[in-house]
T-cell receptor, first 113, second 117 residues
Framework: GQQVMQIPQYQHVQEGEDFTTYCNSS?????IQWYKQRPGGHPVFLIQ?????EVKKQKRLTFQFGEAKKNSSLHITATQTTDVGTYFC?????????????FGKGTLLTVNP | DVKVTQSSRYLVKRTGEKVFLECVQD?????MFWYRQDPGLGLRLIYF???????EKGDIPEGYSVSREKKERFSLILESASTNQTSMYLC????????????????FGPGTRLTVL
């Protein structure tokens, strides 16, 4: 079945440093979604990318969808303590039902003030 | 303000007990999901439902069943709880979008931390 892998599993940075997490799927994705889960909280939707090569920005966050639609990345510029949490990517398999998602295991980001 | 609620934030049960976890959403979403979240394993799909009385197995359905009698409510049932079912259980719902580009983001409830002794 479809597998979605994320690296790194953990990342610890100093406040102000940049951070990137990578997501790779074993199958082509029709779209990819990113979620953030704060410590003690639940996953919250951040963004969805649909087009091959798409790049979207949300303030200090930049999301990319690969040309082959099998990989994606989330980059945070100048991290802040409010960025702490686990970032998940998720995607439905291409040709499958669009509402069922396979989640990566997530990247836990900690920020040292 | 959209909302997914779960019946309990924390739950402690004994091995062999029947356990019901309830989830209610107020967004008129067609799709509802049950996940369990364990350290290092991420979110794993147990069951999902795309309509009332309809259900499909996810990746780890063994030991679980579900019920969806009304559109807004999706229940997860542990017929005979075991210690390896100690976990965080997350319910989610989503709109049934049309087409690959439709936004079908999932809205999550706060989670139920279940401990089976």
């Amino acid at each position: 079945g479809q597998q979605v892998m994320q690296i790194p599993q953990y990342q610890h940075v100093q406040e102000g440093e940049d951070f990137t997490t990578y997501c790779n799927s074993s199958t082509t994705l029709s779209n990819i979604q990113w979620y953030k889960q704060r410590p003690g909280g639940h996953p919250v939707f951040l963004i969805q990318l649909v087009k091959s090569g798409e790049v979207k920005k949300q303030k200090r966050l930049t999301f990319q969808f690969g040309e082959a639609k099998k990989n994606s990345s989330l980059h945070i510029t100048a991290t802040q303590t409010t960025d702490v949490g686990t970032y998940f990517c998720a995607g439905p398999p291409s040709g499958g039902s669009n509402y069922k998602l396979t989640f990566g295991k997530g990247t836990l980001l900690t920020v040292n003030p | 303000d959209v909302k997914v609620t779960q019946s309990s934030r924390y739950l402690v049960k004994r091995t062999g007990e029947k356990v019901f976890l309830e989830c209610v959403q107020d967004m008129d979403h067609e799709n509802m999901f049950w996940y369990r979240q364990d350290p290092g394993l991420g979110l794993r799909l147990i069951y999902f439902s795309y309509d009332v009385k309809m259900k499909e197995k996810g990746d780890i359905p063994e030991g679980y069943s579900v019920s969806r009698e009304k559109k807004e409510r999706f229940s997860l049932i542990l017929e005979s709880a075991s210690t390896n079912q100690t976990s965080m259980y997350l319910c989610a719902s989503s709109f049934s979008g049309k087409g690959f580009s439709s936004y079908n983001e999932q809205f999550f409830g706060p989670g139920t931390r279940l401990t089976v002794l």
